[in-house]
Structures are given as structure tokens and as C-alpha cells.
């Protein structure tokens, strides 16, 4: 038989997600980077792992997150912000003597960024499993991978035990690679992504990070591999082309993006990710999760800085509907 959903349900417990949680500062102008002063906006909640779980709570599901601010403006803002939404912040810490991250953020006119990042040195460097995180993992139903979060010391081990914690009580693990070539490249970072891989139930990859991940040279060849490796399902996002599932129990399901004015793309993967799984662990099938995801990914862009687009379900259903689109057809 096959089962319908390889995620854990709801009951099981929150999903959790370990990782960095910055603030953004954005240029309001078009250009190369930072050499000049210049007019810049800011500061907006951020960090990938951040965006992620505040969308998981406030689509409707239980969330936390391992985390690490500085005693600062910049941690009371992002930690007042992840609480307002809902998201349990009992085992995010504040480090006393070390700044949150930061990046600052440029557009140049072919839509490349040009970044200046503060985060390995900040009090992200210094996320630890802490009693409160290994509280809260212990109740986990499910426990989202960051890749990007593996670009920081000492995260990396802290996901790898969290994620047998949670396997450990039959929850389940989606991982959104976010690789960069060059991390892949070093022996190490492919063990860490095969390890992840190999325990991935979810796998929430973008663009050419299909192809990284499986060390495959077509989208076909890729898909192939990675369902034979035993991911349950593959959420591939394809920007403005939408989005495709791909699974043993339901083949392949694409879903086509909803038209709307770019504004400021940066977190629509993070939203995606967190609107199909939320939907999923509900009890929602692939094409409905699916439908959510889009619509999620959507209306982030449409809106300047990376967790002012995050969507309730019901800013969803409104935002659905007005596209003249059904969520069961
Ligand atoms: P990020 O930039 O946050 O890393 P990503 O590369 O992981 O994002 P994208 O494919 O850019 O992910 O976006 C995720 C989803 O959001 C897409 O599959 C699509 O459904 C939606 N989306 C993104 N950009 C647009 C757009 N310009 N118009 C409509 N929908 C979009
Ligand atoms: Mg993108």
C-alpha cells in the first residue's frame, strides 16, 4: 500500500528548524554594491530558517526555531516579530556581547544582489543545543533543513542531531538544499548534503540545486535518483514558471505560477516551502498544498522585504480565488 503522505502529521508536534536569523537593510536604488553613501531602508526581519518557520505559523501550524540573537534592536525586532506570528521562541538565545546578523542588500539592474553579510561573526556563530532546544527538538513532529544554515559553524551538528531526534519519534524532515556549488565541491559539504539527503522526506530544491543535489545532469535523471534514494517527495520551484511535484504515490503534478509584479523576490522559496509542508502535515493533497505554495511564493514578492509577504490561510483563499483559481477543482 502506498501511504499517502510521508510527513508526519499535525499531532505529532511542532515543525522546527534550526538556523540564522538576521536583519535586512536594504538599498532603495538600482546598482553595485555598497562604495558609495547612499539611501537604504531597512531593518526588516530576516535569515532563510527565519522566513521558513514564521510562513509555517502563520498559514496555521505549530512552529519553533533554534536560534541565536544578539542583546540588541535587531534581536528584539526579529524575536517580537517571530512571536507576534506565532512561532514558539523559547529556544531562541540572546548572546550577550555579540551583534544579530545582518546583510545589507543591493539590486543591480540584471536582478543579480551584491551582498554585505554579517553573520558567521555575529550571534548567529554562536547557536548552541541548548536545554530550551533540546526541549523543544524532543517535541518535534517535523524538522525543516536549511541549507544555507550549514554555512555557519557549529549549525551543522546541531540539524544532524536534530533530525534523529525527530526520526527517532517518527517525525519526518524536509531540506531545502540552498547549495552553492562551491560548498558541494569541498569533500565534506557533499557528505553533509548526501547525509541529509539520505534522510530527507521532502527535499524542496530551486533551479540548477535539483540537479547539484543528485549529481544528475538532466531533471529527469535527477528526480529518478532521488526518488529511488527514498525521498518521498520532490517540490522542485521554478521562479515565475510555478512549481512541479514528483513522487512514487501521486507522478508528477505541475502547478503554474500566478501572475504578479515582482517587487522583491528574496524569500518567496522560504514562504513556498513553508505553505506546501504546513498544507501537507494538514492533510491536504499534493495538488491543493501545491496550489497554497504558489500562491504563498506569489504574494511575497509582490511585497518589499523578506517576511513582510508571509500569507495567513485565509490572505491565501482570498488571494486564490481573486486569480480565478480552485483549490479542489
Ligand atoms: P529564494 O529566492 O527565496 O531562494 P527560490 O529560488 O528557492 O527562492 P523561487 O523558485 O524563486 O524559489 O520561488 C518559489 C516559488 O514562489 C515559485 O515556485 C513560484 O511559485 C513563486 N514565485 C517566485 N517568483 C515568482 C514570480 N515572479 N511570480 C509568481 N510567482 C513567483
Ligand atoms: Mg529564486
Known amino acids: 500500500m502506498t501511504r499517502s503522505s510521508v510527513l508526519a502529521r499535525e499531532s505529532l508536534g511542532p515543525t522546527v528548524t534550526v538556523g540564522e536569523i538576521l536583519v535586512e537593510i536594504m538599498a532603495t536604488t538600482i546598482g553595485a554594491g555598497f562604495l558609495d553613501p547612499q539611501p537604504l531602508v531597512g531593518p526588516f526581519p530576516s535569515g532563510a530558517p527565519a522566513i521558513f518557520i514564521d510562513q509555517v505559523a502563520r498559514i496555521g501550524g505549530a512552529a519553533g526555531i533554534v536560534a541565536a540573537v544578539g542583546d540588541d534592536d535587531f534581536g528584539v525586532l526579529n524575536v517580537g516579530r517571530l512571536r507576534a506570528d506565532g512561532v514558539d521562541v523559547s529556544a531562541i538565545a540572546t548572546v550577550s556581547g555579540k551583534p544579530t546578523g545582518s546583510a545589507f542588500v543591493r539590486y543591480r539592474p540584471d536582478g543579480a544582489r551584491d551582498f554585505v553579510f554579517n553573520i558567521a561573526h555575529s550571534a548567529a556563530g554562536d547557536t548552541r543545543m541548548t536545554e530550551a532546544a533540546r526541549a523543544l527538538i524532543g517535541r518535534a513532529g517535523h524538522v525543516h533543513v536549511m541549507g544555507s544554515a550549514f554555512a ?17 519519534r ?13 560548498l558541494v565541491q569541498s569533500g565534506e559539504g ?41 525521498v518521498g517527495e520532490i517540490v522542485l520551484k521554478r521562479g515565475a514558471e510555478g512549481s512541479s511535484h514528483f513522487s512514487t504515490a501521486f507522478g508528477r503534478i505541475d502547478c503554474p505560477a500566478f501572475r504578479v509584479e515582482e517587487i522583491d523576490p528574496t524569500g518567496a522559496g522560504d514562504c513556498f516551502g513553508a505553505a506546501y509542508l504546513t498544507c501537507r502535515r494538514a492533510g491536504l493533497p499534493p495538488a491543493a498544498a501545491l496550489l497554497y505554495a504558489n500562491a504563498a511564493g506569489a504574494r511575497t514578492v509582490t511585497k518589499q522585504g523578506p517576511m513582510e509577504g508571509v500569507s495567513s490561510k485565509a490572505e491565501l483563499d482570498l488571494f486564490i480565488a481573486a486569480a480565478g483559481r480552485e483549490v479542489f477543482p
Do not use: H
Not at 555557519?152 to 527517532?168: D, F, Q, R, S
Not at 517518527?170 to 562551491?182: A, L, M, Q, T, Y
Open 152 to 168: 555557519i559553524p557549529g549549525i551543522a551538528a546541531i540539524l544532524v542531531e536534530a533530525v534523529a531526534m525527530v526520526k527517532a
Open 170 to 182: 517518527g517525525g519526518s524532515v524536509s531540506f531545502d538544499p540552498n547549495i552553492r556549488k562551491e
Open 190 to 230: 557533499q557528505r553533509l548534503v548526501d547525509d541529509m539527503l539520505a534522510a530527507t522526506d521532502l527535499l524542496l530544491p530551486s533551479g540548477d540545486e535539483l540537479l547539484v543535489a543528485a549529481g544528475a545532469a538532466t531533471e529527469a535523471a535527477a528526480i529518478e535518483r532521488l526518488l529511488g534514494l527514498g
